[in-house]
């Protein structure tokens, strides 16, 4: 069941901790507010995959900065950070991570989907590339998979309005929400997080890959 | 150091330290004419507003005015046929957060550090059957996980202030 504007509102101050939904902050009520959804705006955060030095996206490699990786490893990743008044030139074909101003705390019982704004996608801009589920339970920033399906650069700036979130609530509330699954990689991100598909069993468990 | 290089640098010090004071009347006007902005007991107030909401591992930059069950009260009150949209964004705008000052976010973080300190302690390193490291990487992700907090609620204040400014 997909929730409606007044839907969500309520959900936001719900007297009931286990059912309310937490998204801060909300700057403009009256600018987010959809009818079955929330606009997110963009966060400070960018990071892009390296491709002068890199020749491919190794499976079990760390694509992080944080994760104390070196030489080659690091190479796949830049992080940029803007100030608040800063810009970010996306060009077409590029492909970013960045993450929402928004923080997250979804209830046991809904789960979320972020989608694009169509003023934005009318520009060419993808907000995310496959993974626009966010699960019940999670807590965190989300992340934005940007890129330029346009023929021009795209500017950007934090706090732009490019994305939406809807929130549909479960039959029942999930047995084991996000925080409790065994694999969660990215709760309480307060920002953009690379990708740690080299945690996952099917790959860790494997050992390292041909160079 | 050459005498001739010594000389140049003396001779523009002179120069500098001339053009300053010549400028010292105007710099001080200006500067008395800024607001010191004092923290104050409200300030004080709000800080340890935060430092619970802090508790509960969420970034504290901004807050409602209303409270929570006024605000879904007034939601409740809507009806669909009765309301109008003017109405409706009235109460929609009650759901609006007010950024807090960057002081007041880290006083908090300072507060519920002092208040959690002794009981995180305890519960990391007294009586654990975890090894030493394990305690110490514990307590660690503990003090990050607010770290990062903190530095989530400035970063949106930042933000916030950027896009209100005229």
């Not at chain 1, 830049?78 to 060009?91: C, D, K, P, Q, T």
């Amino acid at each position: 069941m997909l929730l409606s504007d007044i839907d969500i509102a309520k959900r936001l101050v719900h007297p009931d901790p286990q059912l309310r939904l937490i998204v801060t902050p909300i700057i403009s009520a009256a600018e987010q507010f959809g009818p079955s959804s929330l606009d997110v705006r963009l966060s400070t955060d960018f990071q892009r995959l390296e491709n002068i030095n890199t020749p491919y996206l190794k499976i079990d490699t760390p694509h992080s900065e944080e994760q104390n990786a070196t030489g080659a490893q690091k190479a796949y990743a830049e992080r940029v950070i803007l100030s608040a008044g800063g810009h970010f030139y996306l060009h077409p074909g590029e492909f970013v991570l960045a993450s929402t101003l928004e923080w997250f705390r979804l209830p046991d019982d809904l789960a979320g989907r972020i989608e694009g704004r169509s003023s934005w996608g009318r520009r060419g801009l993808l907000v995310h590339a496959t993974a626009g589920f966010v699960d019940p339970g999670f807590a965190g920033v989300l992340t934005f998979e940007l890129s330029n399906a346009g023929r021009l650069p795209i500017e950007l700036r934090p706090g732009l309005r490019i994305g939406q979130v809807c929130f549909f609530q479960m039959l029942s509330r999930s047995l084991i929400p996000y925080p409790k699954k065994r694999s969660a990689k990215y709760f309480e991100a307060t920002t953009l997080e690379a990708s740690k598909a080299e945690f996952d069993p099917e790959v860790a468990d494997r050992g390292q890959s041909t160079p | 150091m050459k005498r001739e290089d010594r000389e140049t640098i003396e001779m523009l010090g002179k120069a500098a330290g001339e053009l300053l004071t010549s400028k010292a009347a105007d710099i001080a006007k200006k500067v008395n004419t800024l607001v010191a902005r004092s923290f104050s007991q409200s300030n004080l107030n709000v800080a340890k507003a935060l430092q619970n909401t802090l508790a509960s591992t969420q970034p504290i930059s901004s807050r409602r005015r209303g409270t929570d069950e006024e605000i879904y009260e007034s939601l409740n009150a809507l009806k669909h046929d009765t309301t109008t949209v003017d109405q409706a964004y009235k109460v929609l705008s009650q759901l609006d957060e007010s950024p807090v000052a960057a002081s007041e976010i880290l006083s908090a973080g300072w507060l519920y550090r002092m208040s959690s300190l002794e009981g995180t302690l305890l519960n990391t390193f007294a009586g654990s059957s975890t090894t030493s490291s394990e305690q110490i990487a514990t307590y660690c992700s503990q003090v990050e996980k607010i770290d990062f907090m903190l530095m989530k609620s400035l970063e949106l204040v930042s933000v916030y202030s950027e896009i209100r400014r005229p």
